[in-house]
């Protein structure tokens, strides 16, 4: 029996041969469950994995995009409580600023006050001092006239001391 003969046997016929077909039937099934047991179910095993892998990415994915949000609101909080913090630092500085000024103008204003007072006081000492040297300066001149007027000597405490009356009741007109 040939190759040629068994295909030419089964179309000489011109019929089904149930030999034919059994043989057919068994080789096919006996070729699943071949490739069940050595293609079909690791096949299945590696798509399962696969499956649960990309499955577990999505979701890693999903997690990560979540912490991301997460994280960009929080970095959002904080960059506004920062800006808060700057803007309250800023008001503050001012408000410190504002007090020094304050504190500096007053300052200023006193020291001017004390000065313009010394002054006066410093120039009252002068005129005073003026006023003494004047009245030195008269009292020794009214002497000197005196005793010319009198031609003669009077004692120079007795006249100082009748000069220096006359002045001080001349100052109690004024």
Same mark, same amino acid.
């Not at 006996?30 to 690791?42: E, N």
């Not at 300066?137 to 000197?144: F, G, P, T, Y």
């Given at each position: 029996m040939s190759f040629d003969y068994l295909v030419l046997g089964a179309t000489d016929h011109g019929g089904f041969n149930t030999l034919d077909i059994f043989a057919t039937l068994f080789f096919f099934?006996?070729?699943?469950?071949?490739?069940?047991?050595?293609?079909?179910?690791?096949?299945?095993?590696?798509?399962?994995? %696969? &499956? #649960?892998?990309?499955?577990?990415?999505?979701? $890693? *994915?999903e997690n990560s995009r979540q912490e991301s949000a997460r994280l960009l609101e929080e970095q959002r909080d904080l960059l506004k409580e920062a800006r808060t913090e700057a803007l309250a630092i800023v008001e503050n500085a001012k408000k410190q600023g504002e007090v020094s000024r304050e504190e500096i103008i007053t300052t200023a204003r006193s020291e001017a006050a004390r000065l313009k007072e010394s002054a006066i006081r410093e120039i009252d000492t002068e005129k005073e001092r003026a006023i003494a040297a004047? %009245? &030195? #300066?008269?009292?020794?001149?009214?002497?000197? $006239? *005196?005793?010319?007027?009198?031609?003669?000597?009077?004692?120079?405490?007795?006249?100082r001391a009748l000069i220096e009356a006359t002045i001080a009741k001349a100052g109690e007109v004024k």
């Open positions: 099934v006996l070729l699943l469950v071949l490739l069940k047991k050595v293609a079909w179910g690791p096949l299945m095993g590696i798509m399962i994995q %696969r &499956e #649960e892998l990309i499955a577990s990415e999505i979701e $890693a *994915a004047v %009245r &030195e #300066e008269v009292v020794s001149l009214s002497v000197l $006239a *005196a005793s010319k007027v009198l031609e003669k000597e009077v004692s120079e405490e007795d006249n």
